[in-house]
C-alpha cells in the first residue's frame, strides 16, 4: 500500500486584478500539475465547514476523513500539543500573543521580541500569576500557549489583527467564567505596564509587550487513531506547522520536521524537500506532505510571490515526488488546497477548493489544476472527508472513537 496525500497550504485564491483577473493557480505556470489533471480526476470540495475556522489543520482533520464538526476543539489545543505541551482533560489552551496597548486603545498587534525579553517577561507572568491555575508557555514566534487548568473552553475570542487602533476592552473574551480571564488580562497589563523591559521599550521608541491578548481557546483533541481504523498501516507527516503537528499526533500520526524552505530560495528548497520526502516514501504506507509556501506568499499580500511559489513548486518538487511514486502499482495520490488565502488581503477566506486525484477515480472532464476548472468542469465532492474513502478505504466520515 503505498498513499500520498499532498496539502497545498493556502494556495486557492480569489481572483486578483494584478494578475488580469486570475488566481494565481490559473496565473502560474504549472505544466506538470497539468499534465498530472489530464492522468487523474480534478475536482471541487470544501475543506472547511460553516461554523469553523478557516485553518489548514481544519482542513486536514476533514480530509483524512474526520468529521470536523465533532472533532474540532480550537485551535490553541492544536496549538499545545504541537508544541508538546501536556494537555490535561480539563484543561484549555488558548493561543498567547503579545500586543502594544495606550492603556486604552491597541496601539500595534505584532510587537516582536527578543528571546531574552519574552523569556524574561514570561517568567514573570508565570511567577506573579500563574501558580496552580495558570501556565504561561514560551514558543519561537509571536505566538505562544497559555494553559488554564480546569478551564472553561465557552468563551468568544478575537483574532487580534485587525484590531489595531480599537479599545481593547470592547474586544476581551466574552462568555462562561469570562471574568477570570478578563481580569488575568488587566492583571498582566498592570505587571507589564510597569517592568522595565517595556519602559526600556518605549524609551527607544519601541511598541511596549504589555498586553496579553487570549484566543483560540481549545481543549484535549480526542481523536480516534487513523492508523488503526485504516487497518495498522504506518502513518508518516512532514510539517514544521505547529498545530498540524498537533492534529497527527492527536490523530496517531508521525510528525516529521521537513529541511527548510525559504521563499527567496525556493528551486534550491523544494530540491531539498523532494529529497527528503522521496526518501520517506518506501517506509511508510500512508506520506501526508504539508506544503506553506502560496499561503506564505499571500500573508505577504504578494500575488506574484505566490504565482512563482507555486510554479516552483509544480517544477520543483512535485515531478520528483510523482516519480517517487510511481513505481508502486497501488499507489494513491490525492492534491489538495487545504483553503483560500486572499494574495491581496492576506487573510483566509472561506470556500470550496480544487483537488486533484491519481489515478483516475471517476471521469473528469477537467485537464487543468485551477479553481475555474475544478469548479465548472471537474468533480464535484461534497465534503473532503469523502475523498479519504478514495485514498484509503476507509468508512467516513470518521464520528466516534
Request: contains cysteine.
Amino acid at each position: 500500500m503505498k498513499r500520498i496525500l499532498i496539502l497545498l497550504d493556502g494556495a486557492s485564491d480569489e481572483k486578483q486584478e494584478s494578475l488580469g483577473n486570475k488566481t494565481p493557480l490559473e496565473a502560474a505556470e504549472i505544466v506538470q500539475l497539468h499534465k498530472l489533471a489530464k492522468e487523474g480526476c480534478v475536482g471541487w470540495t470544501k475543506t472547511v465547514l460553516e461554523g469553523l475556522p478557516v485553518q489548514p489543520e481544519v482542513a486536514a482533520m476533514e480530509t483524512l476523513g474526520y468529521d470536523s464538526l465533532v472533532f474540532y476543539t480550537g485551535r490553541g489545543a492544536f496549538r499545545a500539543l504541537g508544541a508538546d505541551v501536556p494537555l490535561g482533560l480539563k484543561d484549555v489552551a488558548f493561543t498567547l500573543a503579545f500586543i502594544a496597548t495606550d492603556g486604552e486603545r491597541i496601539t500595534e498587534t505584532e510587537v516582536e521580541l527578543s528571546s531574552d525579553e519574552l523569556k524574561t517577561i514570561v517568567d514573570l507572568l508565570q511567577e506573579r500569576l500563574g501558580g496552580s491555575r495558570f501556565r504561561f508557555v514560551p514558543l519561537k514566534g509571536q505566538r505562544h500557549i497559555l494553559l488554564w487548568h480546569e478551564g472553561f473552553a465557552r468563551l468568544q475570542c478575537e483574532q487580534p489583527d485587525d484590531l489595531k487602533g480599537k479599545a481593547f476592552e470592547k474586544h476581551l473574551p466574552k462568555g462562561d467564567n469570562e471574568n477570570i480571564i478578563r481580569q488575568l488580562i488587566y492583571d498582566a497589563l498592570d505587571l507589564l505596564d510597569k517592568n522595565e523591559i517595556n519602559k526600556r521599550r518605549i524609551s527607544e521608541g519601541k511598541q511596549p509587550a504589555n498586553l496579553i491578548w487570549l484566543y483560540e481557546p481549545g481543549m484535549m483533541l480526542k481523536l480516534p487513531s487513523l492508523r488503526l481504523i485504516a487497518g495498522m498501516i504506518r502513518i508518516d507527516a512532514v510539517t514544521d506547522h505547529i498545530p498540524m503537528r498537533g492534529l497527527c499526533i492527536a490523530a496517531g500520526i508521525r510528525p516529521r520536521k521537513p529541511p527548510k524552505v525559504e521563499l527567496d530560495k525556493l528551486s534550491e528548497s523544494y530540491e531539498h524537500l523532494a529529497a527528503f520526502v522521496s526518501d520517506l516514501v518506501p517506509d511508510t504506507d500512508l506520506l501526508i506532505v504539508h506544503i506553506r509556501e502560496a499561503d506564505k506568499a499571500s500573508h505577504q499580500c504578494d500575488p506574484e510571490l505566490k504565482v512563482f511559489a507555486l510554479q516552483k513548486f509544480a517544477d520543483v518538487f512535485i515531478s520528483q515526488i510523482i516519480e517517487a511514486v510511481r513505481i508502486y502499482e497501488d499507489a494513491r495520490v490525492l492534491l489538495i488546497c487545504t483553503h483560500r488565502t486572499n494574495s491581496s488581503t492576506g487573510k483566509h477566506v472561506y470556500g470550496e477548493v480544487p483537488f486533484l486525484f491519481l489515478p483516475r477515480k471517476v471521469k473528469s472532464r477537467a485537464d487543468e489544476f485551477h479553481e475555474e476548472a475544478a469548479q465548472n468542469l471537474g468533480i464535484k465532492v461534497d465534503r473532503a472527508c469523502e475523498l479519504a474513502k478514495w485514498l484509503l478505504d476507509i468508512q467516513t466520515p470518521i464520528r466516534s472513537i
